[in-house]
């Protein structure tokens, strides 16, 4: 069974930096996508980050490239979310996501089959 469990979030004021990190367990991740997405209240969730599990290649939402950075440890299995740089906006429940690599599936939500229970930012300005 597969588990994704989210920590790390917490409330810090703008301009603060903070990691997540998602503990991955149940199956081997390899040829998996991993990603982290956000909602926050009263909007839609929205991609974040993705990594490849096997050769670490990442992708970015536009919102956060050159502030956040994801990553993956094969031997913790574990991914981490660095954010940088937080603002106000990035206020938001985020979520770890699984599932198998497909290049052109990567930043819908809807394609993936495992999720976390989420793990509340708040940044306050």
């Known amino acids: 069974q597969v588990q994704l469990v989210e920590s790390g979030g917490g409330l810090v004021q703008a301009g603060i930096s903070l990691r997540l990190s998602c503990a991955a367990s149940?199956?081997?991740?390899?040829?998996?996508?991993m990603a982290w997405f956000r909602q926050a209240p009263g909007k839609e969730r929205e991609f974040v980050a993705s990594v490849i599990w096997t050769g670490g290649f990442t992708n970015y939402a536009d919102f956060v490239k050159g502030r956040f950075t994801i990553s993956r440890d094969n031997r913790k299995n574990t991914v981490s979310l660095e954010m940088n740089s937080l603002k106000p906006e990035d206020t938001a429940v985020y979520y770890c996501a699984a599932t198998v690599f497909r290049r052109d599936a990567v930043q819908d939500g809807a394609n993936y089959d495992y999720w976390g229970r989420g793990t509340q930012v708040t940044v306050s300005s």
């Open positions: 149940g199956r081997n991740f390899s040829g998996y996508v």
